[in-house]
């Protein structure tokens, strides 16, 4: 009877670890996305290219991802990248619960000679 009564309450707990891991995940997965764009920003001015390294580098889908590119002025100058990413919550009965989260991280590269 005991085991009856604790088993839903186990069984949440367990999916909000699975869904607090997954959220984790996600948010590494953003500081690199940061980091390889900030990084293609300082060599390559176009904003599409720093967009296509965010979304190569990290494998996350380019539809919940944005990217802002600024202070790129020429050599020597810093170039900041913002990246927000909405993480989907799709752990049943956690994810309805929680929601989908934005995540953010932003990188700062010194521009290279052109």
Do not use: F, K, N, W
């Not at 919940?64 to 202070?71: A, F, I, K, T």
């Amino acid at each position: 009877m005991e085991v009856a009564l604790i088993l839903p309450v186990l069984a949440t707990l367990l999916l909000s670890v699975v869904q607090v891991g997954l959220v984790v995940r996600d948010q590494i997965l953003v500081t690199h996305a940061a980091r390889e764009a900030a990084r293609m920003a300082a060599v390559d001015p176009a904003p599409a290219s720093a967009r296509a390294a965010a979304v190569d580098g990290s494998g996350l889908p380019s539809a919940r991802l944005s990217v802002d590119v600024s202070g790129r002025a020429g050599p020597g100058s810093r170039v900041r990248v913002r990246i927000a990413y909405r993480t989907p919550t799709d752990v049943p009965l956690v994810g309805r619960l929680v929601g989908d989260l934005t995540l953010r991280s932003a990188a700062s590269v010194r521009v290279e000679a052109e």
